[in-house]
């Protein structure tokens, strides 16, 4: 076998869920070459067939696999090109097990578990091309643990991560220096233009601002504005509406600290399609994306009716299949809107019983809740979409959402990139960390993490201690 491709470039060793979670990992190897065990193909046969997401990886792996290696025998022994079909990432080679291994030389491995197989096809390529590096690829902790013990070189894939560190993540807000003006107030420029104030800044920091980030400048003269216009070293900034005066209320409710009077300026914000909050618990991340949504729906007629989705991944057990309509199904994962709904319909003192059931039967009407099963093919128009728990999705299926969108509609991502229940997701490589690092600087997008829990002192104590 003329594997001999010089021996700066490794020979990675895939495992079946490597390319169960990205059909595409094939090509993500660049330069290096990819090995794939007899198991990984049965295991992929066997995970095949239904309508998950699992399944349908599968069977996209398996169709690149057949473009790889095309119809000829001859060329398996010396591997496949992965640059077919113009794919221009990888100068690799992909290799088929086409002999058996024998595993005698592993005692430590019983049985013939598929996890134990692959571990032995490693060890076998290890011995038989001691000057390369063959190093195991694998979302599975147990099988990089067992690998290590043996003294088998195991990785992650990393290839979907969007980001290394999440601490690094876009935040939408920065803090202007105390010297902010010093440096920047020269050629200064300010106006007013539908009642909002304008001023155009000119210096060094302006460069690492985006459009629609919010900046504050907390000292003597304190500022809360929104980058409008970046360009060069010159930035557009207009000064926010302060909705945490009672007069400036959103259905009744006001903003508690600074980030949340930066969400309510973008929910707000008919000129801004796609907005995405982070928080953890008790932020308020769903109680002023409903707030906003019901003035803009009921009071203001710019949206048609509120459209409110979440991924179904249970904390506990699953309930098992649950009667009625598909609206009905999706009940009790909608404890968080019910639970809103209550704060919402208090604010309105003057209202009495009578006009707060009329109120809320008025509501009812105008919010739907859809499950995400049934969203392919759709188109929204004029809608007020909320994506609840948007953490738990991967980055194709928040494309799947976010393209439902027409003219129109006014998406929203909820989330806490820190409570991810889906197997395989993690902080780095959610669908949600996915579109804030794509969706930063878009004129029409906006993103803020919601810093301060502000549900009660007992659950912020909680949420820091526990």
Known sequence: M???????????????????????????????????????????????KGMTEVARNA?????????????????????????????????????????????????????????????GVVADQQKKFPERQVILVSKDINIRIKARAMGIAAQDYFNDKVLEDTELLYTGTTELPADFWDKHSKNM????????????????????????????????????????????????LEVLKDYTQPKHNVWGITARNREQNFALNLLMDPEIDFITLLGQAGTGKTLLTLASALTQTLDKKIYSEIIM???TVPVGEDIGFLPGTEEEKMTPWMGALEDNLDVLNKTDD???????????????????????????????????????????LTPKQMK????????????????????????YLTEGSSGLTYVVDRFKGWSHSGHITLMRGERSRLADFAAETL
């Open 2 to 48: 003329t594997k001999k491709r010089g021996t700066h470039s490794k020979l990675f060793v895939l495992d079946t869920n490597v390319l169960m979670h990205d059909p595409s990992s094939l090509f993500r190897f660049e330069e290096h070459d990819v090995y794939l065990p007899m198991v990984t193909l049965e295991e992929l046969d066997n995970n095949k």
């Open 59 to 119: 069977r996209q792996a398996s169709r690149f696999i057949e473009e790889i290696i095309g119809s000829t025998l001859d060329s398996l022994e010396d591997g496949c090109p992965l640059s077919k079909n113009g794919n221009n990432f990888s100068s690799g080679r992909l290799f088929l097990q086409t002999r058996a291994v024998v595993t005698v030389e592993l005692p430590m491995l019983a049985g013939s578990k598929a996890d134990n197989q692959i571990l």
């Open 189 to 236: 420029e300010s106006w007013q233009e539908a009642g909002r104030m304008f001023y155009r800044v000119t210096g060094p920091l302006c460069s690492s601002l985006l459009v629609n980030q919010f900046v504050y400048y907390d000292f003597e003269t304190p500022m809360h504005a929104i980058v409008r216009g970046q360009e060069g070293n010159s930035a557009a």
């Open 309 to 311: 989705t979440r991924v």
């Open 350 to 392: 003057e209202a009495g019983d009578w006009g707060r059931a009329a109120t809320q039967d008025l509501i009812r009407t105008r919010i739907k809740v859809k499950s995400m099963n049934f969203m392919r093919g759709r188109t929204f128009l004029h809608k007020f979409l909320i994506i609840d728990e948007a953490q738990n």
């Open 400 to 423: 799947t959402l976010i393209t439902r969108a027409g003219p129109g509609t006014k998406v929203v991502c909820l989330g806490n990139i820190a409570q991810i229940d889906t197997p």
